[in-house]
Structure formats: C-alpha cells, structure tokens
C-alpha cells in the first residue's frame, strides 16, 4: 500500500466518523488525479489503477444502503401535537411550549427521526452520484486500456473474480467491460 492509497483509506474513515459524503467524493478525485497524471499505461499502472478502483467500489458498497429509496424523501418536522405554544413558521412547535412531559418526550423523539432520516436520505443520495461518477470514470478507463487489449480486459477480470466484493457489484463491472 502507497501513500495514495493510505490517504484513500483515510478519507474512508473519516467519512465513517463525520458522515460527510464529501470525503468520498475527496478519495475517488484523489484517484482519479493519479490516473489522469500517468504517461505511460503499462500493464503494471493498470493493475494499479484497476486495485484502486475495486478497492473504492469495495468500501463504498460497505456504505451503500441497499434499502434507501429514492422516491421515500423525507419530510421536514412532524405532525406537532395540540398546543397553545408557540408554532415556528416551519410548523414546528417549540418543545419547551408543550406542557405534558410525555407529550413533549414523544414530539421532541419525533423530530430527531424526521432529522436523522432526512440526513441519511441525503447521504445515501449523494454516495449514489459519487459511485455514479466511479463506474463512469471506470468505464472509460476500461474502454480506453482494453478495448484490442486481451490482456488488460484478462487483468481486470481476473482482479474482479478474485476480490471479496459483492455478487451484485462484480456484474455491474463485468457489464463496463467493452464488448
């Protein structure tokens, strides 16, 4: 493993303790600017190029969730309950206004999971566009390095076949093979 890769690595773990997609986005760019710096594609570089894609799609797919629908969005807030306290433009009602404790507890659980779900949805949104963009990047490297190139296209299907990642995946990538 090169200092590329170690930083790859990094962006992973800190996009597992922030939750920000942005760091994703940071590790598959700091891909691709290794590939566009390279002057020489020999059968070594490729591999390379071709470890660093699988290992990213890899650790992406670990936080994909399979679940996540695109057409549930989320809504903002919840239904408050009855109150004569003060309702905030957004239709929300300050919790400290709700008199009864378990009322408040209730509404107060409420809008954290209207929260927490509308943050999920968001980075489940936008870790999709970021492997959108690796599969596209990925299909043109592989159109451009093994189109006529047996032996290329053999190196990645090899490399694909003996990696741990999902049945699902490795016929996603099977299928940006060039014909």
């Known amino acids: 493993m090169d200092d590329l890769d170690q930083e790859i690595e990094e962006k992973f773990a800190a996009f597992e303790k ?19 710096s390279v ?14 894609r699988l290992r990213f799609s890899d650790a992406l797919d670990r936080y994909i969730d399979p679940s996540w629908d695109a ?19 957004s239709g929300e009602v300050d919790p400290e206004t709700i008199d009864d404790p378990e009322v408040r507890a209730h509404y107060v659980q ?7 779900y509308a943050k999920w949805y968001d980075v489940q949104f936008q870790l999709r566009r970021i492997d959108e963009r690796g599969m ?12 006529g190139a047996q032996t290329n296209r053999q190196i990645f299907e090899e490399m694909l076949a ?5 049945q699902t995946r490795k016929e996603r990538l099977q299928a940006l093979l060039p014909k």
């Open 136 to 147: 596209r990047f990925l299909e043109l490297l592989l159109s451009e390095r093994s189109a």
């Open 110 to 116: 409420a809008l954290k999971a209207s929260k927490d």
């Open 71 to 89: 057409d549930n969005l989320p809504v903002k807030g919840t239904t408050p309950p009855p109150t004569q306290g003060i309702v905030y433009g």
């Open 162 to 166: 003996a990696s741990a990642m999902s």
């Open 39 to 52: 002057v020489t594609w020999d059968a070594a570089t490729l591999e390379k190029a071709f470890t660093r």
């Open 18 to 36: 922030e939750q920000d997609p942005t760091r994703v986005l940071e590790a598959l760019e700091l891909i691709e600017g290794a590939e566009r």
